[in-house]
């Protein structure tokens, strides 16, 4: 990748972008989601921190936070920009942000999100094969890279 990735909050001026990610991903990528609609990003994300990765002026991903619990809800990735790294500087950015150790569910069938989770060391904590669909909640273990935990 050539072009600097930049992490910052999202503003208004951000949404449309935020909103095709978020529609074209789960249509994409997200067969258990019945008839995704671009206003689901505003329901979906509604009271949550979300930060931007850009690329130049254009959004390439962002991510969504729920202070209170230390959770990432959303993490979506312009499919162009894949693999490049900034779904890895969104959650780095979290760390540096969180004040306790991050969780997220994942879908169990999702396993390419599953294989991306566990290399960033995040780790199964529970396990839910009676929810719609079936989900694990993972737990980040990169303490160390965390400001506001204290460290022993």
């Known amino acids: ?7 910052r909050p999202a503003v208004i001026g951000d949404y449309t972008a935020l909103e095709t990610i978020y529609l074209l991903d789960r ?4 067969p258990w989601v019945a008839n995704p609609q671009l ?6 994300s509604h009271h ?3 930060i931007v990765a850009t690329i ?4 390439v991903g962002f991510l969504s936070f729920y202070r209170l619990a230390n959770f990432i809800h959303l993490l979506f990735i312009d499919p162009d920009y894949r693999h490049q ?5 969104l959650i780095d950015y979290m760390r540096s942000q969180a004040t306790g150790p991050m969780q997220l569910k994942v879908v169990t069938a999702n396993q390419p999100a599953r294989d991306f989770y566990a290399r960033l060391q995040f780790r199964e904590v529970k396990r ?5 669909p079936p989900n694990i909640t993972l737990e980040d273990t990169q303490l160390n890279r965390y400001p506001f935990i204290p460290h022993n």
Request: glycine share 6%; proline share 0%; net charge negative.
């Open 56 to 59: 130049g002026d254009r959004v």
């Open 128 to 132: 839910d094969n009676l929810a719609t």
């Open 48 to 50: 949550e921190m979300i």
């Open 39 to 44: 206003a689901d990003f505003e329901r979906d």
């Open 85 to 89: 790294g900034v779904a890895s500087q």
């Open 1 to 7: 990748m050539s072009d600097l990735v930049r992490i």
């Open 27 to 30: 249509q994409q990528e997200f």
